[in-house]
């Protein structure tokens, strides 16, 4: 025990016998604090390239959406294995390198957006319009994941140049 310049006694930190709120068992280890979720159940994802922080988003996606983001990423990279992935703005981007970002997923309350950044080159197009001129979306809602279809528009888009921010 030491004594403080107030006269009170403290437990020196390496005797307290229970770690810290947040902290594990070992010296300096923190637990994993899990995301926020943000509007619609959405993961906040701090912006990073690789696959780490990918499956970080998709860790983090509620209920039966975790298994789309599962299906979707394993799908992407069966299907252009040298796929690059980063998050951004909170959503998983897919992307060949010198090519740009083809394809990014978003979760909402009730689905999975899917977007397809040329989406209107795709044959068939997919069908949810964007505001911007080329992007094509695809809402996934629970059980309706077509992994022929969504292979499919994800070879054509990789093959495609891609979108650069």
């Known amino acids: ?3 403080s310049r107030a006269g009170k006694r403290r437990t020196p ?3 307290r016998s229970t770690p810290k709120a947040g902290t594990s068992a070992r010296p300096g280890a923190r637990e994993a604090i899990p995301p926020r979720l943000l509007s619609g159940g959405n993961p906040q994802i701090a912006k990073a390239d690789g696959d780490g922080p990918v499956q970080a988003y998709i860790a983090a996606m509620p209920g039966w959406k975790r298994d789309v983001g599962r299906r979707l990423d394993a799908l992407i990279v069966r ?3 040298n796929v690059r992935k980063a998050v ?3 959503s ?3 992307g060949v390198v010198s090519q740009g970002w083809f394809v990014s ?3 909402f309350t009730h689905y999975v957006k899917v977007a397809f950044f040329r989406g209107t080159s795709l044959v068939p197009v997919p069908p949810g319009a964007s505001k911007s001129q080329e992007t094509r979306y695809v809402d996934i809602r629970e059980g309706e994941l077509d992994e022929a279809q ?3 528009w994800v070879k054509q888009a990789a093959a495609l140049p891609g979108w650069l921010p």
Do not use: D
Request: net charge positive; charged share 10%.
């Open 88 to 90: 951004k703005w909170n």
């Open 13 to 15: 930190s390496r005797a």
């Open 79 to 81: 299907t252009v294995p």
């Open 105 to 107: 997923f978003h979760t």
């Open 1 to 3: 025990m030491t004594t």
């Open 92 to 94: 998983p981007f897919y």
């Open 150 to 152: 969504m292979a499919a």
